[in-house]
């Protein structure tokens, strides 16, 4: 009842409209982008095997940052760093979940460039059966793959940022994505004479474009961080207080955000069954909705959990 109180009071629900408005119009703009991407990518790549394999490489990584990386992770971490009343504290909390994060990323990344063709031949069976499809696959995949790590990082500054109530930077990063991969694909486009040994296809531009947006993204959340005085550094690796409320925390949000994304996976497993172009048609269908889940339920939540966070503390 006490906190109902505090959010109808009209100085905070007046700040929260605003952090709102920042928020959702910052990921107005990336979903924007994100549709001139995906009709430049309909339009060069079409819904072909190429398009396919490039769909798919996305998927990987992107699955397992969306289980991880987005609501699941901020959930569990910006209430935790937010009860911390003192600043070194936090300062040494962020650093630890930093480390942690580079450390489980390293690990996923260097498995998966090692075995990612047993990997893919294990999830898509089917295109075990075609060694040149499988082989555009595998490669289009361990371009894409670091990609992981990078936006892990990215989603672990953004959410320091956040419990700032410092949202646009972080809200504004996804820009960088799609324009990413927009100017890399235009580049092997309009001079494919001069990128032909290092884009073989337009799918590999595509993938390297998403390469280059993991780096892009973390580079502007570490100017971010820097210029607000909240970058974290290395504290160490002591299992300390509240590390251990985070993992509890964290638990059950991995385990609501999984339901949906093991269905979503599930989806490209199964398309990836069907005829030639099958993937290429649930990735342009499924971006369809993706506008008014980004626009209201991701940034109202983005918004209001460090509000009620701080309540609470």
């Known amino acids: 009842m006490q906190i109902f109180k505090k959010f109808t009071r009209p100085g905070l629900a007046l700040t929260i409209g605003s952090r709102l408005l920042t928020v959702t119009g910052f990921t107005l703009l990336s979903r924007l982008a994100g549709f001139a991407r995906d009709i430049l990518l309909a339009a060069l790549l079409g819904s072909g ?21 987005e609501g699941a992770f901020n959930a569990a971490f910006v209430p935790a760093y937010t009860q911390l009343a003192n600043p070194k504290e936090k300062f040494a909390f962020a650093g630890k979940i930093l480390t942690y994060v580079l450390i489980v990323q390293f690990i996923i990344l260097f498995i998966a460039l090692l075995r990612m063709e047993p990997f893919v031949k294990v999830l898509f069976l089917k295109i075990e059966t075609n060694q040149e499809y499988l082989n555009t696959v595998v ?47 235009s580049v092997a486009w309009w001079w494919p004479k001069g990128t032909s040994a290092l884009f073989p296809t337009l799918g590999h531009a595509a993938a390297w474009g ?67 172009g099958a993937v290429s048609a649930l990735y342009y269908a499924d971006r369809l909705y993706q506008l008014p889940v980004g626009l209201i339920a991701i940034s109202l939540g983005t918004v209001l959990l460090p509000a009620f966070s701080q309540m609470i503390s």
Request: with cysteine; charged share 10%; proline share 6%.
């Open 210 to 276: 998403v390469f280059l947006a993991g780096f892009l993204e973390v580079c502007l959340l570490i100017l971010a961080c820097r210029m607000a005085g909240v970058l974290p550094a290395y504290s160490g690796l002591k299992w300390t207080a509240p590390l251990p409320v985070f993992v509890r925390r964290l638990g059950p949000a991995l385990t609501g955000a999984g339901s949906g994304q093991i269905a979503l996976f599930a989806d490209t497993i199964l398309a990836a069954a069907l005829p030639v």
């Open 139 to 185: 490669t289009l995949s361990r371009i894409t793959f670091p990609y992981l790590m990078l936006v892990t990082l990215v989603t672990v500054l953004s959410s320091v940022l956040n419990a700032h109530n410092r949202f646009a930077v972080a809200a504004g990063a996804p820009v960088l994505f799609n324009i990413s991969i927009i100017l890399v694909l």
């Open 49 to 69: 095997a190429l398009a396919d394999a490039f769909f798919i490489a996305l998927r990987l990584p992107n699955h397992f940052r969306a289980l991880f990386a």
